[in-house]
């Protein structure tokens, strides 16, 4: 193993960002098995505080409806926009920008205005009314969020595909008459593949608080779904009578937006060690 391969497994927080983020994954999945059914109502246990019922770790709410199950399932929520997103974004910013760069260069600046354009817009305010006018649902949230995030994909492969582009087998391909697409799709993307899963990382976050924070005002997705923004956004409202509302879906919007950027950092660090300073 390299030095540079190296690096990102042996940081502390590197490890300990991943640590969490698996965590939370399988939180999603094995939660709602440990609180049970998050849409039962049980007028017999209401406002329950943590760890005052064995069968409740994390209480329950004004309804009774157990807290830990339905924090699993606003991870379930939030973690499939947020990676959905990074999907949507990071594919369609990947070829957007490997065009651009491989093309004309009336061609890369006319693509490269249609960004500036998107940039220029208020993302949150076109967010809100697109899911709006989209309806409020999972897949709403992630084409309206995917639209303001592949321009930074865009801007970032297109940089590095301007570099490849001074390579000699890129220069030797082109003198062999190769056509572009095959050019793109088996040399220049994947050795754009550090700057992809970077972006990916920078996404994934970006779009869970951007979620979150529609879904606090009450722009999320509709009952009976409830993402981490959902809970939040309940528990605001029940503040004075029961701080656990708001405390853990709170606690786990912060600590995922943290360990996710982190693990960017660390990919950032690994792909471009030139970032590091020295």
């Known amino acids: 193993m390299t030095a540079k391969s190296a690096r990102f497994p042996l940081s502390p927080s590197a490890r300990l960002a991943f640590g969490f983020t698996v965590f939370v994954a399988l939180f999603a999945f094995i939660g709602p098995y440990w609180g049970g059914d998050p849409t039962q109502i049980r007028p017999d246990s209401p406002l329950l505080g943590p760890f005052q019922s064995p069968l409740?770790?994390?209480?329950?709410?004004?309804?009774?409806?157990?807290?830990?199950?339905?924090?699993?399932?606003?991870?379930?929520?939030?973690l499939f926009i947020g990676l959905a997103t990074a999907v949507v974004s990071v594919c369609l910013g990947t070829f957007y920008g490997a065009v651009a760069a491989i093309g004309e260069s009336w061609l890369d600046a006319w693509m490269m205005r249609f960004t500036d354009i998107l940039y220029s817009l208020p993302a949150l305010m076109i967010v809100i009314l697109l899911s709006v006018f989209l309806g409020r649902n999972v897949w709403s949230l992630v084409l309206a969020l995917s639209l303001f995030s592949w321009p930074d994909t865009a801007r970032l492969v297109r940089g590095q595909v301007l570099r490849l582009r001074q390579e000699e087998y890129v220069e030797a391909f082109h003198s062999l008459g190769g056509h572009w697409t095959r050019l793109l799709f088996r040399h220049i993307i994947p050795n754009t593949l550090g700057i992809i899963i970077l972006s990916a990382t920078i996404t994934v976050p970006r779009a869970i608080l951007t979620e979150s924070t529609l879904s606090f005002i009450g722009l999320g997705v509709e009952p009976p779904l409830s993402s981490w923004?959902?809970?939040?956004?309940?528990?605001?409202?029940?503040?004075?009578?029961?701080?656990h509302l708001l405390l853990f879906p709170a606690l786990f919007i912060a600590l995922t937006m943290i360990s996710l950027n982190l693990l960017g950092d660390a990919l950032r660090i690994h792909f471009d060690p030139k970032s590091t300073g020295h």
């Open 56 to 78: 409740h770790w994390f209480g329950t709410d004004d309804l009774g409806r157990d807290l830990l199950s339905r924090l699993a399932i606003g991870a379930q929520i939030s």
């Open 229 to 243: 923004g959902t809970l939040a956004s309940e528990g605001w409202q029940l503040l004075r009578v029961a701080p």
